[in-house]
């Protein structure tokens, strides 16, 4: 594939930054809890609209990728030494937050026996003992294939799964290094068939996938089970990262959700600015609504 030059943003990708102070408190107290947040780690384009109405989403087992994706801002690396009393604070700043609805991700740990499964499952036992009416969605890497990693996370009974594909098929090898297409579907297909869990999974588009793949990457999704699906405008994070190949104007975003739910999908969130864990919480009262 030829990648094109520089594309200039659209406005409807614009997004006006609040007040410092809004950035400061938050960052305040993450910060004296010892804890990253990938809204800050990946330059998330909701960071404003999320630290304003004082959610966030906990960045677990450091923020170094054992990794190298070519569209992540996520810094890679050798990762540092787990952390053991990580699930304690996570829990504990949650709770300052009063957050209504926790999302828990994670670098990608491939120096892990696990990749990190327990120490997700210790995190969200942790945010149960702290309320146990609490939604909590873990936002999983896809911990190499491994079954007994996904054994110890679905012991933990977290309310949804999320596992990105991020991107088409065809794009896998150039985009995500490391990472392999059919192990993802065979990870939410797992979470959903074996061991019942709602599971859910987010793409971005603009790195120069065609209509086609996006609709085979529908049907392979509706095939393992998945639940829900988010859909964003990929952005480049700096020069040195895959460049932009369109921006999809949001009427497209819009054709886009509705063929994914035409496909069998049921639940899809679509949108310029639409990330994995945006309005997570929205995505559960719809379900729970029915609607």
């Given at each position: ?18 007040r ?27 960071r ?18 054992s ?8 810094k ?66 896809d ?101 932009v ?45 029915g609607?």
């Amino acid at each position: 594939m030829t990648l094109r030059p520089h594309v200039p943003k659209p406005p409807w990708l614009k997004v006006r930054l609040p007040r410092e102070e809004t950035f400061r408190d938050m960052r305040g107290l993450l910060r004296t809890g010892g804890l990253s947040t990938v809204c800050e780690e990946a330059l998330c384009p909701n960071r404003a609209e999320c630290f304003q109405s004082g959610t966030a989403t906990f960045l677990l087992l450091g923020n170094i990728c054992s990794r190298n994706c070519r569209y992540c801002n996520v810094k890679h690396g050798t990762p540092r030494p787990l952390d053991d009393g990580e699930p304690k604070r996570v829990a504990a700043v949650a709770e300052k937050l009063r957050l209504r609805y926790v999302v828990l991700t994670s670098v990608t740990r491939d120096d892990l026996e696990d990749g990190g499964a327990s120490h997700f499952a210790r995190c969200i036992a942790a945010l149960r003992r702290s309320d146990s009416s609490r939604p909590v969605e873990v936002l999983v890497p896809d911990f190499r294939g491994s079954r007994q990693a996904l054994e110890v996370l679905a012991r933990a009974e977290p309310d949804v799964v999320n596992h990105n594909l991020e991107v088409v098929k065809s794009l896998f090898t150039a985009v995500r290094p490391g990472g392999d297409y059919g192990r993802s579907i065979g990870l939410l297909e797992a979470m959903k068939k074996q061991y019942g869990q709602v599971t859910k999974s987010g793409i971005m588009v603009g790195l120069g996938e065609r209509e086609e793949e996006i609709v085979e990457l529908f049907d392979d999704l509706v095939a393992a089970g998945c639940d829900r699906l988010t859909i964003g405008q990929y952005q480049q994070p700096s020069r040195e990262h895959w460049p932009v190949q369109k921006y999809y104007h949001p009427d497209e975003f819009e054709g886009l959700r509705a063929r994914a739910l035409e496909r069998g999908l049921r639940y899809v969130n679509a949108g310029p600015l639409v990330r994995s864990s945006y309005r997570a919480a929205m995505m559960a009262d719809m379900k729970e609504r029915g609607t």
